[in-house]
């Protein structure tokens, strides 16, 4: 499925879709840090929790459990929502 | 107000001095030659980057490792084995254990502490992360695993306390000090948690309390009240460390497990709280640190608005104020643990970055401070390297 990256992650793949497939979002997110090594860490962290500000939307609906099935989705969006200064 | 000093003609050569500057918003490398005069600038690197701490090897004079993490993304290490002109990402991270089924494990907000390990280990390298925890690379900062049983361990976890007890951006492990006679015999410290000690590798760790005060009304013999915020090592006498603590200046001579109180002896108005502690590269009873504001509700500003290093020549007996070429009045910027320094030069240039992101050198043991830059963001570490090939 396509994958929009926000920009604060683009350093990793130097472009703003990237492709990955996966039954589940934590399957998707797996496959996309095989591609980008280290992307993963910087939105999930080592207790599996998806960490503050990075959001995840499959076909426009949001997704908070990583384990969600993702069977005919076309796109996921990930967020990653700026706040402070 | 002193001038800025020229940053436009640094010079090459075996000589050269490099700044190491990590900021709430990136990293600046500040090169210069022996006479550290003249400073060119190059940066910033990670712009838009918490940059908790930037430190080169200096077993190698190549490798530079960078604690960065932003506001939003989880946290990292940059690698660069060509002095900063490209950076690769840490495969593996500081990052704690998965905890077991049914428990709340904890998570590496950012890593605070790098320290290279001994000089007889290359590659190792150890660092300290907020909330607490201790890692260890051994193959040059690539992939970092837990050190110790210390970051899981009940009776340190308990001692550790919770981000609700620690510093305003999180409580902190660091101070990660290897004995330059022994690889074994380490030093480490927890914001809060206390001054620990292992003669075993790491496997085992005691605390190091003795003598120093902690907050009214707290029992000292406990380590969560104590709150040590900088711990040094004499490199001319490794049985000597210095400590910058949450109430007060000491001084430690091992075997002796007491901590003497050698803050008492700084002037009362000024008092002995702060952040940095710096030791002479080459004397043991020469130290400096960076008084600040302790009192009511701690302002964290520079006393009255008025700057100044504190020097001591006699091991802490006595200390004289070394403010000449510093503000005289309304500064109110202090200097975090990690933003002051000493180079090995002789004599002794001294550096340290301010809250409000002005980088001050002093080439004369202190005596006279000269500003290199201001208008950086906050600055959370200075460190220096000298003869750095290719530096400048």
């Not at chain 2, 020469?286 to 302790?294: L, N």
Request: net charge negative; hydrophobic share 35%; charged share 20%.
């Amino acid at each position: 499925m396509k994958v929009l990256i926000p920009s604060a992650l683009r350093s990793y793949t130097e472009q703003a879709y990237a492709e990955a497939g996966g039954d589940t979002l934590a399957a998707v997110l797996a496959e996309l840090d095989r591609s980008y090594p280290g992307i993963r860490f910087r939105m999930i962290d080592e207790q599996n929790r998806i960490r503050p500000h990075i959001r995840f939307f499959v076909d426009g609906e949001q997704v908070f459990d990583l384990a969600r099935r993702l069977d005919g989705v076309q796109e996921l969006v990930i967020v990653q929502a700026l706040s402070g200064g | 107000m002193a001038s800025e000093i020229d940053t436009g003609a640094a010079q090459r050569g075996p000589g050269s001095v490099l700044l190491l500057v990590a900021t709430r918003k990136g990293a600046w490398l500040y090169h210069s030659d022996a006479t550290r005069q003249h400073w060119r600038v190059e940066g910033p690197h990670f712009l838009g980057h918490i940059i908790n701490h930037l430190v080169l090897d200096p077993r190698d004079g190549r490798t530079l490792l960078a604690a960065a993490k932003t506001g939003h993304l989880g946290p990292t290490v940059f690698r660069s084995t060509d002095l900063g002109r490209s950076w690769q990402e840490a495969a593996r991270p500081p990052a704690f254990a998965p905890a077991p089924e049914g428990q709340v494990g904890r998570s590496v907000d950012h890593t605070f502490w790098l320290t290279p390990g001994h000089a007889d280990q290359p590659g190792v390298w150890y660092a300290g992360t907020s909330p607490q925890g201790l890692f260890r690379s051994e193959d040059g900062g690539v992939s970092w695993a837990p050190f110790s049983p210390i970051n899981d361990d009940p009776q340190y976890r308990k001692w550790m306390g919770t981000v609700q007890d620690g510093t305003p951006d999180g409580p902190k492990l660091h101070s990660i000090i290897v004995d330059p006679r022994d690889a074994d015999h380490l030093y480490f410290a927890m914001s809060g948690g206390g001054v620990h000690e292992s003669g075993d590798g790491g496997r085992s760790f005691q605390a190091l309390l003795g003598g120093i005060d902690v907050v009214e009304g707290f029992d000292g013999s406990d380590p969560t009240f104590h709150d040590p915020h900088c711990v040094r090592l004499c490199p001319t006498n490794p049985d000597r460390l210095y400590q910058q603590n949450h109430c007060g200046i000491y001084r430690l001579d091992r075997p002796s497990d007491t901590w003497q109180r050698i803050g008492r002896a700084m002037p009362a108005e000024v008092g002995d709280i702060g952040f940095p502690m710096v030791v002479h590269p080459r004397d043991a009873n020469a130290v400096w640190v960076f008084p600040m504001d302790g009192t009511s509700v701690w302002p964290r500003t520079s006393p009255d608005g008025k700057p100044a290093v504190y020097g001591t020549r006699d091991g802490g007996e006595s200390w004289q104020r070394l403010d000449a070429g510093l503000p005289a009045e309304q500064a109110w910027w202090t200097v975090k643990r990690q933003a002051m320094t000493a180079d090995s030069a002789d004599p002794v240039g001294l550096y340290f970055g301010t809250t409000s992101g002005e980088l001050w050198m002093s080439g004369d043991e202190g005596r006279q401070w000269t500003r290199i830059a201001a208008h950086l963001p906050e600055i959370y570490a200075v460190e220096v390297a000298m003869g750095v090939e290719g530096a400048s």
